[in-house]
């Protein structure tokens, strides 16, 4: 293993031991994917690239260290109407979501560009509001939108 891939274990098992999670082998290799590798990964896309660097991790460990990585507060488990399974985004800070259709994949989108003003009255306090723009790349060569956050 080279000592960069080491390193950025260490830092993904310390990530893990400060939001109170204990750092087994299979939480790092889960968390290191979903955290710093991944792009919009479902369970399933995380099972498979398990699959072939740490064969051993079983189904229900994804699901439990997805569902830990949730409720700590790490990873946001998001789901589209497009998608049938949630998609988990390691971006926390507020951002909105473009999906390029014909190839399906998810750029992020600064809410600053994009003017959603929801106006329900005084009946409802709205916590947070998702946006899912949804169309096609123009040119697929591009990184995406001139919005996106960072290419993910």
Do not use: W
């Not at 690239?49 to 700590?72: G, I, K, Q």
């Not at 949630?86 to 994949?105: N, V, W």
């Not at 009946?123 to 939108?145: A, H, K, N, Q």
């Amino acid at each position: 293993m080279s000592r960069n891939k080491e390193r950025g274990m260490h830092k993904v098992a310390e990530i893990l031991r400060s939001a109170g999670i204990r750092p087994t082998a299979q939480r790092i290799a889960i968390a290191q994917y979903v955290l710093r590798e991944a792009d919009h990964p479902t369970a399933e896309d995380v099972k498979a690239h398990l699959d072939r660097v740490f064969p051993m991790v079983s189904t229900a460990t994804v699901y439990n260290t997805l569902n830990a990585l949730v409720e700590h507060g790490l990873i946001r488990a998001i789901k589209f109407p497009h998608a049938d399974a949630a998609i988990y985004d390691q971006k926390m800070h507020h951002h909105y979501h473009f999906l390029d259709e014909p190839s399906g994949r998810l750029y992020d989108v600064d809410p600053a560009d994009v003017q959603v003003k929801p106006q329900l009255g005084a009946t409802c306090e709205i916590t947070e509001v998702d946006v899912l723009i949804r169309g096609r790349l123009i040119d697929p060569g591009l990184s995406g939108p001139s919005t996106t956050v960072s290419p993910t």
